[in-house]
């Protein structure tokens, strides 16, 4: 398991939709922000090269010092963004399109109002589960 | 785009140019500084030259002509590499003056977006950042491993004043000490020298100089120059129009510049410069180029001196590698080298200068002379960027130097950023500004705090300049470079890079960034000293529910701390903390309406006016038809338009205030911002209109300086302080009560955090549908809270004195209901209804006079008889009147008894509404309702349920079983008294058991069943129809003790009786055969803690009604005759006589038809024994023990069982006489029928085999369906016949 990793999903708005601290390190107060101002920053990139292929997983779009971004842009534009610290390529492959299989029952629910924020404890739980399984 | 245009391109022509050493005397020193100058910064506005349009030709003689070109002038004592503690003190220096200009921005608004984005390129980027990455590079002037900073030619300078001028010239050569690089043999010490006569018109006529200018001419040749200044008598401003100033002097007396220098001065300095230049400076770097490029030519260039080099250098290979390199002196080859592409650089010729650098690339990294190789690498990529050659090569030198230069650790650093810099710039030109961007970064990460914070807010730059512009990435680089100002203590610049980032940042869901940037930009501001904006954005961040405990408290003290440090107390608009629920806005008030609590508001407006439909006046009620009540509701509309509140009442708003934070906070003064507009100041209609948009315009003030022009005396607040946990939601509410007439306005709310910050916020009327109580048609907001005040009325007051929360069911009670009248005035007619008559009734005045429950026990003397006429008055009409006497006069309290019944157990809603008229008639309103509101739990106490079958024995007389269960789960209960209504009825005590219940009291959980008789006493058919409640009572508890008894015939317990029946059942016509049960117990004191004491239920009641005989016949019949009969079988059969009475309890004549025969046919008999058994075996403790089974035992013979006995055929007896007996029994008769029978043989007979049909005729069409018609079997009549011989 990867000692940092942060997951965000953010939704086409550009608004994060779910957070997660996935990563086994101890969490600090001011990892919270600096991982938001870095994957932030990364959706600029993303932006660029969502629309240059075809494949939903953009691998490591964007580093910062040694932590990675890799991401995962769906159908309906909601990027999925991991930022670690480990190179296991296949790994985070496995743990997006799981994500997004959990992410689309979340979106079949008829009371969830898309673009808004996740707070299913099942979909929370799942996703840490996933990334113990894959990170 | 033009390389040479480009900023790189202009930058490098301006920098990388000759270097002119300047020595000069003290004397020099002091006759320039008359102007307040320097010997060089007098020369310095000259050493520019536009236009300078001087033919050069190239070593391969190609003519070109040089149009912009530059000097630049350095003293020698100057001309050594800075070290890094000095360059660190100097580049700081920049960054401060900066940020003293920077001031005044941070008070005015951050940019926006599209502001941001109309700027063009130059002026995006700050322009003390040029200057500061000009000063960077300077930094790393006069490096021994490049050329171009060296010396290209000497400026020898000597006043006229000094002693022996000729002699100067050759002192200040030989004592100065002159750079290191001349001396250390890098640079080559044969310099051009160039000699300078300065002369101070101020101390003479010019003829001695003359002089002094021919021995130097004779002494030094023509290399010297005569220079005058200071020819101006008094101060003018012939030099106020030149730049004196280049970055780095902090000399700021502007006044005092180049005053003494006349126009003749400034034109004579130009033109020597002119001259040095061209005459001099670019002859001798033209010249020496063409030297440097044939020795070259001889010794590198050619494949013999290639290879032979290559042998040359393979042979130097076992050298230890030094930290720099080999020490390449002037005289070597290497530096000639260098030092021709670099004067080639100088002269723009850079296909020379390329090639050169290419050659000696190679030759420094077989030395592994890094630092000179990456100096070499850096300008080859210069070279290929000014040629506009492959941009693939030019970054690929740059990228080799940059990593080179940061290979040889520390002391390549700098170089490695100056570098980036021009790197950075390169490709900044070529408009590859994400490249660009990250180069910053990557410079930004080698250096110091303060100057990686420059490197990341050009980055961030970069990124704005990109396009599309990437905003995220600008924003996140600010912010990084804002944290590295802050860590080398620039706050201004740290600021300025926050709030330059807060666009991209605003209003998203990113809250750690955008409470990260509010708090630090709050944070900064408030240490230099700027508070009001410090607080803005300390704001920001206080509803910050999704950070830790830790930084929740961080935030608050800070906020706190700043807005202390203000002094004074600070008022927000739109506070975020505590979080205000708007939607939860509620407006509570009182108009004809009153209410007792709070509570009762919210119960629904239509359940109420239900309730009042018999106790309003008509007029407002009363519709005609729907045409009517369509125009009636369009008109009261207009009519009031806002609602109607009475001075002195209060007025309450109702809203939810929510605490985000897990800290707790103290919130005081919480108060209604109001306005009241006195009556004979209310303008008209037409002046309102006006007024409209004035009022919207002061909404926006703060509310205390709205608070001081209305005077306070027409209303008065509350004020209420509470703390709110954390995450805690509280609704509070808030009153006004205005003090005179007017029209009253809430605007908003107002509260004081924790005693220092005062927020306060407007109502907003966006949505239409807002919940709003107290109103039946939902309209704006806006309307519904201005309220027109009228004239004080009366108002009543009341509650219920000793109203249980919880009660047992049947629990009775006599409770008070106290009317307080608080105003002066007297109110009359006052009238009540009750919404539940079953468990709440109003009483009568002689109630209070008696003691509870002693008023109801039986009176010997029970005269009056008129009660009951009175219950079935009042059942009909659930309105009560007060007695006309009772008009409440001011100030005054009205106590009416009410006796409380709880009927059956579950939760039950009370609704009270009292109407009363205003005696003194005011023009306003008429009436006022008070209306009052109580939840009820009725906990179930005793079950009691009533089993009633006919009595074998007696026609007259039925068995009655009562099953009683306690559901308590602590308490215990005596029975005292059953009592059966009516008297038609009368309960009777089993004769034998008098004492029949082994126990008096039923524990929790027990049950228990009891019997009696009961006696119809029905002999008369009541012809008046009207049900009397006299009826009988039992006393079931021990006659030792001197109880008395209830009389269920009285008031509450008749009239609760009523209503009682009137619940049960449907049918509560009097149907002659169904009883009415009243059991009354105590409880004997349980343990259980439902009840406080004094509340402990005294008397208990319970209602059964419409219990019928649960037989499915009208008919009860009883077979009489002889039991035993002796008979002498050998002489004859026996016969006997017997009489079937039967008795008729229906209501309707019914006709009978006695059928007997011999055999019995099975399927009857088993049918109506199940349903026998059936309604019995439901109840516990009883059991439907059959005769059958006794006589079993008592008779041999099996003749009971016709099944058995179907072994004969023939039953062994016969019935005689008629076998079918018809006729018409009138209702409640009784008949006889006489049977008679024949024996053939001794033993024990069941006479049962006859069956009864009947057929009753209704009396009226629809009741007793079940009894229109039947059968029934006989009952057992068991006889013994025996054998008596004579």
């Known amino acids: 398991m990867a000692n940092t990793a942060c997951f965000i999903i953010v939704s086409r708005n550009d608004i994060p939709i779910y957070e997660a601290e996935v990563g086994s390190a101890i969490k600090k107060e001011e990892a919270a922000q600096q991982h938001q101002f870095i994957l932030h920053a990364a959706l600029d990139i993303v932006e660029d090269l969502a629309w240059t292929t075809s494949a939903m997983f953009l691998k490591a779009v964007d580093k910062f010092n040694d932590l990675v971004v890799s991401v995962y842009v769906t159908a309906g534009h909601t990027r999925f963004m991991l930022l670690h610290d480990s190179r296991n390529e296949d790994g985070i492959k496995s743990f997006f399109q799981e994500v997004q299989e959990l992410y689309i029952k979340i979106l079949l629910n008829p009371l969830y109002l898309p673009g808004s924020r996740i707070t299913s404890s099942h979909f929370d739980t799942k996703v840490r589960a996933l990334a113990r399984k894959y990170l | ?1286």
């Open chain 2, 1 to 1286: 785009m033009d390389p040479l245009r480009s900023y790189l391109g202009t930058l490098l022509q301006e920098e990388i140019t000759p270097v002119i050493m300047v020595l000069s005397t003290p004397l020099v020193e002091d006759a320039c500084q008359k102007n307040g100058l320097n010997f060089i910064e007098l020369l310095l506005p000259f050493s520019l030259f536009n236009k300078i349009n001087v033919p050069v030709r190239t070593a391969n003689d190609q003519p070109y002509r040089l149009q912009m070109f530059k000097l630049r002038l350095a003293y020698a004592s100057d001309i050594h590499l800075q070290n890094y503690e000095a360059a660190e003190e100097h580049l700081k220096k920049v960054v401060l003056d900066a940020s003293q200009k920077t001031l005044t921005d941070l008070i005015s608004e951050p940019p926006q977006l599209e502001n941001l984005l109309k700027n063009s390129e130059s002026d995006l980027c700050p322009s003390w950042i040029e200057t500061f990455n000009k000063e960077l590079i300077r930094t790393l002037s006069f490096s021994e491993h490049e050329t171009f900073d060296h010396p290209v030619a000497c400026l020898l300078v000597v006043s006229s004043k000094d002693e022996q001028p000729i002699n100067r010239f050759v002192d200040i050569l030989n004592t100065n000490q002159l750079p290191s690089l001349l001396s250390d043999g890098v640079m080559d010490p044969k310099v051009l020298k160039h000699y300078l006569l300065l002369h101070d018109n101020q101390d003479g006529s010019p003829e001695k100089i003359t002089s002094i200018l021919a021995e130097m001419r004779n002494t030094y040749g023509s290399n010297c120059k005569l220079l005058c200044i200071n020819s101006a008598q008094s101060a003018n401003g012939n030099g106020k129009d030149i730049q004196w100033m280049p970055y780095g002097s902090h000399v700021l007396r502007n006044d005092d510049i180049a005053c003494f220098l006349s126009t003749d001065d400034i034109n004579a300095v130009r033109d020597f410069m002119l001259d040095l230049s061209s005459n001099f400076v670019i002859p001798h770097v033209e010249q020496k180029i063409r030297i440097l490029n044939q020795q070259v030519a001889a010794t590198r260039k050619g494949f013999r001196n290639q290879i032979k080099n290559l042998w040359w250098r393979k042979g130097k290979e076992d050298t230890p590698e030094t930290a720099n390199g080999p020490i390449y002196t002037f005289s070597s080859i290497e530096s000639q080298i260098r030092v021709l592409a670099d004067y080639a650089f100088m002269l723009r010729d850079y296909e020379l200068a390329l090639s050169n650098y290419r050659l000696l690339s190679t030759d420094y990294k077989l030395d592994k002379a890094w630092k000179h190789y990456a100096g070499v690498q850096e300008m080859t990529g210069l070279c290929y960027f000014m040629l506009d050659q492959s941009r693939k090569d030019s970054e690929y030198c740059m990228e080799n130097a940059f990593t080179t230069y940061l290979k040889i650790g520390s002391s390549g650093q700098r170089n490695a950023s100056r570098c980036g810099l021009w790197w950075a710039e390169m490709l900044k030109a070529r408009g590859q500004f994400k490249d660009a961007a990250n180069i910053y970064f990557r410079i930004s990460n080698e250096e110091p705090s303060l100057l990686a914070a420059v490197m990341l807010e050009q980055a961030s730059y970069c990124y704005l300049l990109s396009s599309p512009p990437m905003l995220r990435k600008y924003g996140f680089h600010l912010v990084l470079a804002g944290n590295r100002y802050y860590m080398s203590d620039q706050r201004h610049h740290a600021i300025r890079a926050y709030r330059n980032a807060l666009f991209v940042y605003k209003q998203n869901g990113w809250s750690y960034i955008s409470d990260h940037v509010h708090y630090n930009v709050g944070r900064w501001y408030s240490f230099i000293g700027i508070l009001d904006v410090a607080v803005k954005h300390m704001l920001e961040v206080l509803a910050c529910s999704h950070q830790s405990l830790a930084t929740q408290n961080m935030f608050l003290d800070d906020f706190f701390h700043i807005v202390q440090s203000m002094g004074k107390k600070f008022e927000v608009y739109k506070l975020r903390l505590p979080v205000i629920n708007m939607a939860s806005l509620k407006v509570l008030y009182e108009d004809f309406r009153t209410y007792a609590s709070p509570s009762d508001v919210h119960v629904s407006e239509s359940l109420w006016q239900s309730l009042e439909e018999e106790l309003v006046p008509s007029a407002s009620t009363g519709r005609s038809n729907w045409l009517d009540s369509q125009i009636k509701s369009s008109s009261s509309k207009r009519n009031d338009e806002s609602p109607v509140c009475v001075a002195g009442e209060s007025v309450v708003v109702d809203l939810e205030f929510i605490n985000p934070l897990q800290v707790s906070i103290s919130v005081s003064e919480i108060s209604l911002i109001c306005e009241l507009l006195a009556k004979s100041k209310e303008p008209d209609t037409g002046g309102a209109s006006h007024t409209a948009p004035e009022e919207d315009s002061e909404l926006k003030d703060s509310p205390s300086c709205r608070d001081s022009n209305s005077d306070g005396s027409s209303f008065t607040l509350s004020k209420l302080d509470v703390v709110l946990g954390g995450g805690e939601t509280k609704r509070i509410q808030l009153e006004v009560s205005p003090k005179i007439e007017g029209l009253l306005k809430i605007s908003g709310v107002r509260w004081t955090l924790s005693d220092i910050v005062v927020g306060y916020q407007y109502f907003e009327f966006d949505s239409k549908n807002k919940e709003k109580k107290g109103r039946r048609a939902r309209r704006s907001l806006s309307h519904n809270l201005s309220f027109i005040v009228i004239k004080g009325l009366p108002k009543l007051d009341a509650c219920i004195q000793h109203l249980p929360k919880k009660v047992f069911a049947g629990d009775l009670r006599l409770l008070l209901l106290e009317l307080h009248n608080q105003s002066e005035f007297s109110v009359k007619n006052v009238k009540m209804k009750i919404s539940h008559p079953r468990y709440l009734i109003p009483g009568n005045m002689e109630d209070l006079k008696m003691d509870f429950p002693e008023c109801l026990e039986k009176q010997k003397s029970s005269g009056s008889k008129e009660t009951p006429a009175n219950v079935m008055l009042k059942f009909k009409n659930l309105l009560f009147s007060f007695p006309d006497d009772a008009t409440i006069q001011g100030g005054t309290n009205l106590t009416w008894p009410l006796w409380f019944h709880a009927g059956c157990s579950g939760r039950i809603s009370l609704y009270i509404s009292i109407y009363y008229e205003v005696a003194s008639c005011s023009s306003d309103m008429k009436y006022r309702i008070l209306r009052m509101h109580h939840d009820l739990e009725v906990l179930p106490s005793l079950d009691v349920s009533f089993q009633i079958s006919p009595c074998a024995s007696s026609l007259e007389e039925y068995f009655v079983r009562m099953d009683i269960l306690n559901r308590t789960k602590s308490e215990t209960f005596s029975l005292n008294q059953l009592s059966c209504v009516g008297n038609l009825w009368e309960i009777l005590a089993l004769p034998e058991s008098l004492s029949i219940h082994p126990v008096q009291t039923l524990l929790a959980g027990q049950a228990l069943s009891c019997f009696f008789k009961l006696k119809d006493c029905r002999k008369v058919i009541n012809t008046e129809g009207e049900l009397t409640l006299q009826g009988s009572d039992v006393l079931m508890i021990s006659h030792g003790c001197k109880e008395a008894m209830i009389d269920v015939s009285r008031s509450p317990l008749a009239e609760f009786h009523q209503h009682e029946r009137f619940h049960q059942g449907k049918s509560a016509k009097g149907d002659s055969s169904i009883v009415d049960f009243i059991l009354i117990s105590k409880m004997q004191g349980g343990n259980g803690p439902v009840f406080e004491p004094g509340m402990q239920p005294k008397l208990l009641s319970y209602h059964s009604c419409h219990c019928s005989i649960s037989s499915r016949c009208p008919l009860s019949w009883q077979m009489n005759g002889p039991r035993m009969i002796n008979h002498d079988f050998s002489s004859s059969f026996c016969e006997a006589i017997f009489h079937l009475r039967i008795h008729s309890c229906s209501d309707a004549a019914v006709i009978i038809r006695l059928t007997t025969y011999d055999t019995l046919p099975e399927k009857n008999q088993s049918s109506d024994g199940v349903k026998l058994s059936d309604s019995a075996e439901n109840e516990g403790g009883w059991h439907d023990i059959s005769l059958v089974n006794d006589m079993k035992v008592l008779s041999s013979i099996p003749g009971n069982r016709p099944k058995k006995s179907s072994v004969d055929t023939l039953s062994p007896f016969v019935w005689c006489a008629t076998s079918s007996t018809k006729l018409k029994l009138e209702p409640l008769c009784t008949t006889e029928i006489s049977l008679k029978i024949c024996l053939f043989a001794p033993g024990t007979y069941d006479l049962s085999n006859y069956e009864l049909h009947w057929e009753a005729k209704p009396l009226e069409e629809g009741i007793a369906d079940v009894w229109s018609s039947g059968s029934a079997h006989g009952h057992p009549f068991h006889l013994t016949v025996l054998h008596a011989p004579r």
